[in-house]
């Protein structure tokens, strides 16, 4: 059988060693890759192989059809949907499974095994595979976009698996007009790990382009969408701070409030735009009337009952009020971040968020915001939640990730 692959695919295909990776950008051919890499295997001699996805329905929906699409029905014995099972014609049988409770990927024993999109899975599952192949002597491959410093940048940095790298650009059927486009609107870390394949290291400062350039004084118009991002607390702050969008989709931020021990009711005044005397003794009143507030936007957690405020959820506390337009957002914390980043520093270089000097901890916590660092000096993925900076950076968050999701919305 013949396959049109392209160079990156073809150096992958060819490995001989016994581990191997392809790390691709999206779209780079990754699982087509390892696709046609685990029917060489099967089709070779007979064998037990496996193909080991994140989830079942990235099995159903992309790698079974992708096996169906390249091995063609004259090798095919029999396929059972319920089983998730193929046997060829010459002996040879593949397993498709989920790795979503990894503990039921024991008892297999292989000849070879092909996991896909291996970098948003937890070491373990390599682990348990490598097992699996030890009394065979078998072979095990990898395809996966970069997911930081993890477990698979550890394997590839100590050369214990062979790896071909391929940037999206490597795939001569992806137009470079759409790679171009991906470039302006990301952040230039995301946009290498995606588009790349580059390994980036997530330590620090988790938003490290912010600067000079996105703090500007920032004059509310009367005539833009203004939003109130909002991480509610008690203890720990809560913080709110009034945006608005522009025709250009640029984040502006005017103002902010960032107080412990505040009240439902003191909250509700702040947002009807009231002076008001904040637990730390300033006087605060909004320059922007409740009339113009579009959306108070917020995390999830708001919605769920709270023992301070006598097991009422805040959202239905300041429903009482007569604040109603109160919309909760949830999704990932890393791609809500990614996010951030994209509107601090496009991969162009161009800032599209800003913040009014006067949000002095505004500013203080974007350049403080920072991972965790393990003895090894590894980070974390999530930002460390040191109840500092991370209520302002979560409301903003939240903004953001509501934004991204109603693009049309952007456009006044």
Excluded at 56 to 66: A, C, E, K, N, Q
Excluded at 68 to 75: C, S, T
Aim: net charge positive; glycine share 8%.
């Amino acid at each position: 059988m013949k396959y049109k692959l392209s160079f990156k695919q073809g150096q992958f295909i060819n490995i001989s060693d016994r581990f191997s990776a392809f790390i691709g950008g999206v779209r780079s051919g990754k699982s087509f890759a390892g696709t046609v890499k685990g029917i060489k295997f099967a089709r070779r001699r007979k064998s037990i192989g496996a193909v080991i996805a994140p989830t079942y329905p990235m099995i159903r929906d992309v790698l079974i059809p992708l096996w169906q699409e390249l091995l063609p029905a004259k090798f095919v014995k029999k396929y059972s949907r319920s089983e998730h099972k193929l046997w060829l014609k010459n002996g040879s049988v593949v397993l498709f499974r989920s790795a979503e409770i990894p503990e039921r990927l024991y008892g297999l024993t292989l000849h070879w095994f092909h996991i896909d999109e291996a970098a948003t899975l937890p070491r373990r599952v390599w682990d348990i595979m490598m097992s699996r192949v030890i009394s065979t002597r078998g072979y095990g491959f990898i395809t996966t976009t970069p997911n930081g410093h993890n477990w698979v940048y550890e394997l590839v940095k100590s050369g214990e698996i062979s790896s071909v790298f391929a940037k999206t650009s490597d795939n001569p059927l992806i137009d470079p007009v759409e790679i171009e486009r991906a470039r302006k609107i990301l952040d230039s870390k995301f946009f290498r790990q995606q588009y790349e394949a580059s390994f980036e290291a997530y330590l620090g400062q988790v938003y490290d382009d912010f600067g000079e350039r996105n703090i500007v004084p920032i004059v509310p118009h009367a005539d833009l969408p203004t939003y109130i991002a909002a991480d509610f607390g008690w203890r720990h702050p809560t913080a709110l701070v009034w945006a608005q969008v522009d025709q250009e989709n640029n984040i502006m931020l005017f103002d902010e409030v960032v107080e412990s021990f505040l009240t439902p009711d003191a909250i509700a005044k702040i947002i009807r735009g009231e002076k008001v005397r904040l637990p730390s003794g300033k006087i605060f009143k909004s320059k922007i009337p409740i009339g113009m507030i579009r959306e108070i936007i917020t995390g999830f957690e708001a919605s769920q009952s709270r023992q301070e405020s006598g097991g009422l959820a805040i959202i239905d506390i300041l429903g009482d009020e007569g604040i109603r337009n109160i919309r909760t957002v949830g999704g990932s914390i890393v791609r809500g971040i990614f996010d951030v980043r994209a509107k601090i520093l496009s991969a162009e270089g161009e800032p599209h968020l800003f913040v009014d000097p006067h949000c002095e901890r505004l500013i203080s916590d974007f350049r403080g915001y920072h991972y965790p660092e393990n003895a090894k000096g590894i980070a974390s993925e999530l930002p460390e939640k040191d109840n500092i900076h991370d209520h302002t950076m979560d409301a903003v968050r939240y903004l953001i990730t509501a934004l991204t999701d109603r693009k049309k919305e952007w456009t006044i």
